[in-house]
Every structure is written in C-alpha cells, then in structure tokens.
C-alpha cells in the first residue's frame, strides 16, 4: 500500500474541519448529544448511539441541523421553538441550547486537548509554506481552539459564528471550507481538506477541493484514509501561484 501523501507541488493549503481532528472533542460533543437526546427519546424510541448515531447524522453539522437530522432518522420531529428558547424545552432550539451549554461547560471545567499528530502536521506543514485554516459548525469554535493552545497554527478560523454572520450553509453544503480558502486567498483547486465527519467529506467533494483526507472511521468518498493524521506524510514545498 503506498504511502498517504500530501504533495505541496501541488497544493497550497489545507484546511481542517477542527472537531474531532485538532482538538479532542468529539467525545464530549457526543456525550452532551447523548445526554439530551436521550431525554427527549425516553418512552419514543432508542437511545442515541455515541458512536453510529453522533458520527452519521450530528457530527460536522451546524446543531440546529444535527437536532433535525438526527430526530428525522427516527422518525421523530419537535417544534422548531424560537432562539430564545431554554435548555428545557422540548424544541430543536432548546434541545440545541440545552447540549451547548452541557458541552461548555465541559470545556470550562476540563479544559480543551489538541491531538499532538495533528499539532505536529500543522507546524511541518507551515514549515513547507503552506498556509492553513480551520472550520468548525460550533459557534464557539474559536473559542474551543484557543482554549486547546493551537488558534496561532491556523491562518484563518471559520466557525458557527462566522457561518451565521454570513448566513453560510452548513455542512454538507462546502460553504465553511469554501469560505476559509477564500480567505487564505488560495483557490479550491490547490486546497486539500482533512475531515473527520461523512457530512464533511461530502463537502470537501462537492467544493471542488484538491484532496479530501478523511480519519477513520470515515472513509467514503475522501481521496485518502488515515487511521491517524501521523501517516499522512508531507513532500515538496509550496510553489508560489502563477501570475
């Protein structure tokens, strides 16, 4: 099997979905989906699955839209409520607020990990010349990237505030990775993606994207699979663009 290669002949720039690829989050946003889901199932259907559930229909997916797509494979619906909403209500709005309040504060009492092989493919990869950005659904995305000690390896940051700001799609809409090449001013043609989400590969493909790397269990429709972002080797240096 040869070896998975990032070529910056090639490419100038890589942007990251940061959830659960940069930082150590994917546990705790499925464990806070989990909690409030699993109320709202009780007496109607299964409980939420950490694993198949959070990684099919939540993950990668601004939350407004994972509470919808999540309730839809059950055959269920809420009201959609109003932003307002509080974490006791039985809306997609509150179930939304009530998860996000659970996950920050998690993040404000545990603190936030950055994965070190993904530390370390950012700094060779700024080392080569290449620039980098992060995107992440959550509205506090910078926030979480800043708490995890890793916001100076990115060039730019695109979260769920910026996509509501701009009234961005979410995934599998390509909007955020799109967005996030566009301000690191290098086109999508010599941009790969890393993605640890099916929503996200499925963005990375329909936005045109030089490469889309995928993390296992992810593998569906990416140009390259890792198991970890340490196999994915760095060759070459960034050739700058044509006039």
Same mark, same amino acid.
Do not use: C
């Given at each position: ?7 910056? =002949? ?9 959830? @659960?690829?940069?930082?150590? %989050? ?12 699993? &109320? ?11 694993? +198949? ?8 997916? #601004? ?13 269920? *619906? ?12 039985? *809306?997609?709005? &509150? ?12 993040? +404000? ?14 700094? +060779? ?6 620039? %980098? ?7 506090? @995305? ?13 060039? %730019?940051?695109?979260?769920? &505030? ?37 929503? @996200? ?6 936005? @045109? ?21 340490? +196999?994915?080797?760095?060759? &070459?240096?960034?050739?700058?663009? =044509? #006039?």
């Amino acid at each position: 099997m040869s070896e998975p290669v990032i070529d910056l =002949s090639g490419i100038g720039a890589v942007v990251f979905d940061t959830d @659960g690829t940069v930082t150590d %989050t994917a546990r705790g946003h499925a464990a806070a989906w989990k909690h409030v889901f699993d &109320g709202f199932l009780r007496g109607r259907s299964a409980p939420f699955d950490v694993r +198949e559930d959070y990684l099919r229909y939540v993950h990668g997916r #601004p939350r407004l839209d994972g509470v919808r797509e999540f309730l839809a494979s059950r055959g269920l *619906t809420a009201p959609e409520g109003e932003p307002g909403d509080g974490p006791d209500a039985p *809306t997609v709005h &509150g179930l939304g607020r009530a998860k996000e309040l659970l996950f920050m504060e998690q993040v +404000e009492r545990h603190g936030v990990a950055a994965f070190p092989a993904a530390v370390a493919l950012l700094h +060779e990869l700024r080392n080569r010349g290449a620039r %980098t950005g992060g995107v992440s659904a959550s509205l506090h @995305g910078r926030r979480v990237v800043t708490a995890a000690g890793v916001l100076h390896l990115f060039d %730019t940051l695109v979260d769920g &505030g910026d996509a509501a700001l701009m009234n961005l799609p979410g995934k599998p809409d390509p909007a955020l990775p799109l967005e996030a090449a566009r301000r690191l001013g290098v086109p999508p043609v010599r941009t790969a993606v890393v993605e640890s989400s099916p929503a @996200g590969v499925e963005a990375g493909r329909k936005g @045109g994207f030089a490469l889309v790397i995928a993390l296992a269990p992810v593998s569906e429709g990416a140009g390259l699979a890792v198991r970890d972002l340490g +196999e994915l080797v760095v060759r &070459g240096r960034v050739l700058p663009l =044509s #006039p």
